[in-house]
């Protein structure tokens, strides 16, 4: 009986290790266009996730205001963001490839640039 309430526990706790990430973590140095570092200063960062199999649909996107630090650095929790396009839950990571676009607007209002658009 002992040994089938740890296979059983063991199995729990596999199962609950194993479920899909409701965040991901994305950094990024900020710089301008002439390559110096936009230090301690107030942006916001629209972030999609792409899905590549069907035409590059974004199937997530969301938005951040955020703050650089003294070394131009940000860190978001993607899937914690103001959501503008479905569900981070949502996303069926197996279905295929994805993206991650990031468009920013360095002024902190919604008039965003196509950052970079990096594979997953």
Known sequence: ???FAF???LTLITFLFAQTPQVMIYE???RN???QILANR???MKISIIRTEVSKTVVYSETHTLTTDDKGLISIKLGNGTSVVGAFSEIEWAK???FIQTETDLNGGN???FSELVSL
Do not use: H
């Open 1 to 3: 009986m002992k040994n």
């Open 7 to 9: 296979i059983i526990s």
């Open 28 to 30: 990024a140095v900020l």
């Open 33 to 35: 266009e002439s390559g």
């Open 42 to 44: 107030q942006i916001e």
């Open 96 to 98: 295929g490839s994805y």
């Open 111 to 113: 008039d965003y640039l």
